[in-house]
């Protein structure tokens, strides 16, 4: 009898082992299949702000595009006509009326290079209110061969855009710059005859792409070629910081990553664990082609899945 009894015993027990295992398996199954949803949205999800991202990055390498064909329309018209100060008036307004992007333009000669008894001949105008104000930057105070606009791409010899800075003296506004070097032939021999610049204002440069953080609920950034930030919702970092400072001060190697990504013409995602208030973070990048800045959108896990 005691025998039957623990029989009996032994099956229930074994019967209630097959029931939790079931059990279990079943509840693995259903974690497993939720997890695996839950993965697959996220998935989805990366894949849709990549997309946005790349359609952003190809918008504003259009827009880049179009801004330095600007200047070198204007360096072949110099390479190949003289033209005087009225003319020079003319062609620089012409400019900024038909290009609203644009913020202000010069043109600046070597000395001599325009009259013959004036060393500093450099014209700029530049938008105030809903005027285009016509000026030069003559003189020894601005001193216009030593700015970087026009002694980098002197001395490289190409065209370069120029990091982020305030220009006092000129456009008195922080901004970036395109210059571009023209010459003139004499003999059979190219000779370096001065520089044509485009400025686009860092406001007109954040309006720009704001948008896409408004749709994402992120926070985007704009950055040169060498790190610096041009575009970002906390205004301070603008022109003072770089993405790698950033990640210096902060103590955030994945930023250090994500600029050396850049650097190289990478594009890709990477997450900042409990970046802020114990919150994942992921910073969505690509870069700008044209002009080899960079692109980022900040986007904190809370808002994900926002719609």
């Not at 301070?236 to 955030?252: C, D, G, Q, V, Y």
Request: charged share 25%; aromatic share 16%.
């Amino acid at each position: 009898m005691m025998s039957d009894f623990k029989d009996i015993k032994k099956g229930f027990q074994g019967i209630a082992i097959i029931l939790s295992f079931i059990l279990a398996c079943i509840i693995l199954f259903y974690a497993g299949k939720l997890a695996y949803k839950e993965i697959f949205r996220k998935n989805i999800k990366i894949e849709e702000i990549q997309d946005h991202l790349s359609a952003e990055v190809k918008m504003i390498n259009t827009i880049i595009k179009s801004i330095q064909s600007t200047p070198q329309d204007l360096a072949y018209i110099l390479e190949f006509h003289d033209i005087d100060k009225n003319e020079i008036k003319i062609l620089l307004e012409s400019v900024l009326f038909n290009n609203e992007e644009l913020y202000g333009s010069a043109i600046a000669f070597e000395p001599y290079k325009l009259k013959n008894d004036s060393l500093y001949n450099s014209f700029y105008v530049y938008k105030k209110n809903d005027s285009i104000i016509f000026t030069d930057l003559n003189g020894p105070k601005y001193n216009y061969f030593y700015k970087d606009w026009y002694i980098i791409p002197r001395t490289l010899n190409k065209p370069v855009w120029s990091e982020p800075y305030y220009d006092d003296g000129g456009g008195n506004q922080i901004m970036s710059t395109y210059s571009v070097p023209f010459y003139k032939f004499n003999k059979n021999k190219e000779l370096f005859h001065g520089i044509v610049t485009v400025d686009v204002s860092v406001e007109w440069l954040t309006k720009a792409v704001q948008s896409m953080g408004e749709i994402l609920y992120g926070y985007p950034m704009l950055i040169s070629e060498n790190g610096t930030i041009i575009s970002a919702p906390e205004k301070n970092s603008i022109f003072h910081e770089t993405i790698f400072t950033i990640a210096a001060e902060r103590k955030l190697p994945v930023l250090r990553e994500i600029g050396r990504d850049l650097q190289k013409g990478k594009s890709g995602y990477k997450i900042l664990y409990n970046y802020e208030n114990n919150e994942d973070w992921y910073v969505f990048y690509s870069p700008v082609e044209s002009n080899k800045w960079g692109l980022l959108i900040l986007l904190p896990e809370s808002k994900f899945f926002r719609k």
